[in-house]
């Protein structure tokens, strides 16, 4: 590669991210590949013999049941924890890849691997576009530039680190989200143009990516606060008597692209509820008569537990640790302080975010002491950080208190918002809004280069924090 190609490389945003991406996953691959292994639990050298070695580093946690899945779909119960929708797409793909010579096992995991780190890089792309959307019409173009440059790589480098390269949901999670915030931000442009049509198909296709998304994971229910904010204020115009019949189609087509996002949410319900609660079933499970009838929340509800009290032996008692404040116990204090810096993260950039609908073009005068965004959040598409960041924060709010905490460093990397807060903070060269306990971006950005690689050796591992 000649100096000339390296300068034009360099020189084009998003060719760099195609060679910084490539780069992060050679050294996050070479971690996997050299860690000792398998730690924790051995019960993945069962598999050695038919998906070979070198992909069994892989194949930790949660990457066992999404691989076994799509090899031989649902057979238990507690099984439709894991993403329906993901072992299906992995299904397909492990046939194409039967078909050119791998064998039935390799097939799956080689998907799962190929539908992560494809969707990751598209990811990147995506993430660097929504942002050049986001901040262009309020910032000068070199500077948005800066910022979109900088949230990507930034997605790159995220904390969840090899979950974005194994057979897991986050990856296309965080792909599809991406792209439903790009055309929910464009129907809003084009709304503004007074292109009616183009804006009720771009926020149909902003719904239905959303819908497939929670579908993969259930969290993307999350983001239909978009569509809920919207709708909401359409029906206060309705309330003022400020009615007409482009406002009457916009909230129809709201409410019909928020419904999209649970109709992603109820398609994997659906399914199992035809497995397991139609009349052909000799016993119905409990979960059949409950409303609404969700496997996953009885899955997690009754399956989740953290040991079977000893002192019960035949009728043991389950301790539960899914659910309000379940997982609030001494033992769970170390996972609690190894999520706190994302947790902290996410809030302190959540904040940033819905303070931006109070500022003025005007505020505040001292530039030094502001990111570089902060005039630019009042006007044009990036008015909408508020929205972006509720779902970051209900996200904080439900991991903190009801989930196991520390799957937040894997949870975060679909959501924009930290992203751009930190970038902004690296844009301007200072903290933010006077949070100096955040110590400088850069101190961040080291923490999330060593957090991804330390955790991409203890999951190769088979050893916590999963």
């Not at 292994?37 to 050298?45: A, L, M, R």
């Not at 989200?177 to 902003?206: K, M, P």
């Not at 918002?417 to 690296?426: G, Q, R």
Request: proline share 5%.
């Amino acid at each position: 590669m000649t100096p000339s190609m390296i300068r034009e490389i360099l020189n084009s945003p998003r060719l760099s991210l195609t060679v910084y991406f490539t780069l992060w996953k050679i050294l996050l691959f070479a971690v996997a590949l050299l860690s000792p292994g398998p730690g924790y639990d051995t019960s993945t050298t069962l598999l050695d013999s038919h998906a070979g070695s070198s992909l069994i580093p892989f194949v930790r946690w949660d990457a066992i049941y999404f691989t076994q899945l799509a090899q031989r779909g649902y057979l238990f119960e507690q099984e439709w924890a894991f993403s329906w929708t993901l072992t299906r797409v992995m299904a397909y793909g492990g046939d194409v890849l039967r078909a050119l010579g791998a064998s039935p096992l390799q097939a799956e995991i080689l998907a799962g691997m190929i539908i992560a780190n494809v969707s990751h890089c598209i990811a990147v792309t995506i993430l660097y576009e929504l942002s050049l959307r986001v901040f262009s019409q309020s910032l000068k173009a070199s500077t948005s530039t800066r910022i979109a440059f900088i949230s990507a790589c930034l997605h790159i480098i995220s904390p969840a680190g090899l979950f974005l390269s194994a057979p897991y949901a986050e990856s296309p999670f965080a792909m599809l989200q991406f792209l439903a915030y790009i055309l929910y931000v464009e129907s809003h442009a084009t709304g503004r143009e007074g292109a009616r049509l183009s804006r009720d198909c771009l926020l149909l296709l902003s719904g239905g990516l959303l819908g497939m998304a929670t579908a993969v994971r259930s969290n993307g229910l999350f983001s239909g606060l978009l569509f809920a904010y919207d709708a909401f204020n359409g029906g206060m115009n309705i309330w003022r008597g400020q009615v007409s019949a482009d406002g009457l189609r916009r909230l129809a087509v709201t409410v019909v692209s928020g419904s999209l996002v649970a109709v992603g949410a109820a398609l994997p319900q659906v399914v199992a509820y035809q497995e397991y609660c139609t009349p052909t079933n000799v016993e119905l499970r409990p979960w059949c008569n409950a409303l609404p009838p969700s496997i996953y929340t009885f899955v997690q509800s009754h399956y989740w537990y953290l040991a079977a009290l000893p002192s019960r032996s035949q009728n043991a008692d389950h301790i539960r640790n899914v659910g309000f404040l379940r997982y609030w116990t001494v033992s769970n204090i170390p996972l609690f302080l190894l999520a706190a810096p994302m947790l902290l993260i996410m809030a302190v950039s959540s904040v940033w975010a819905f303070r931006q609908s109070n500022l003025s073009a005007a505020q505040p005068k001292k530039r030094s002491k502001t990111p570089a965004a902060t005039a630019a959040l009042v006007s044009g598409e990036a008015s909408m950080l508020p929205l972006f960041a509720a779902p970051q924060a209900l996200v904080v709010i439900v991991t903190l208190t009801t989930s196991h905490v520390q799957i937040v460093s894997r949870l975060s990397s679909a959501y924009p918002v930290w992203y751009w807060w930190l970038a902004n903070m690296m844009v301007d060269g200072t903290t933010s809004g006077g949070h100096e306990t955040m110590a400088r971006p850069k101190m961040v950005v080291r923490w999330m280069v060593i957090y991804a690689i330390i955790q991409g050796g203890l999951y190769a591992s088979f050893l916590p924090p999963a």
